[in-house]
């Protein structure tokens, strides 16, 4: 079992930068990949990115390739997102997830935290 806790959306103009984190519980962070995904209102839950257990198997959406960065301290629990220049269609509720597979597919994830909203003003 593991438990997800984002933190680190908000409010940002365009242009700014925001870093998510997602703190997990359980002594079997390591062996996860971790994702991120994202929701707009109207709209299907899409990938963000991923990383896999080793930190090895970097993935990102066209749409964020370039501007968002996704790493992981498997000593901290943690996985973070670094997003930059950041634009209003990135307004969303950003999701970590874990998954036992590498792939960029959110019903291959096991576990997913609540959610974080991040909104980006024009």
């Known amino acids: 079992q593991v438990q997800l806790v984002e933190s680190g959306g908000g409010l940002v103009q365009a242009g700014g930068s925001l870093r998510l984190s997602c703190a997990a519980s359980?002594?079997?962070?390591?062996?996860?990949?971790m994702g991120w995904f994202r929701q707009a209102p109207g709209k299907d839950r899409e990938f963000v990115a991923h990383?896999?257990?080793?930190?090895?198997?970097?993935q990102y959406a066209d749409a964020v390739k370039g501007r968002f960065t996704i790493y992981r301290d498997n000593a901290k629990n943690t996985v973070y997102l670094q997003m930059n220049s950041l634009k209003p269609e990135d307004t969303a509720v950003y999701y970590c997830?874990?998954?036992?597979?590498?792939?960029?597919?959110?019903?291959?994830?096991?576990?997913w935290g609540q959610g974080s909203q991040v909104t980006v003003s024009s």
């Open positions: 990383i896999g257990w080793r930190g090895g198997s970097v």
């Open positions: 997830a874990a998954s036992r597979v590498t792939r960029p597919v959110a019903v291959l994830y096991d576990y």
């Open positions: 359980g002594r079997t962070f390591s062996t996860y990949t």
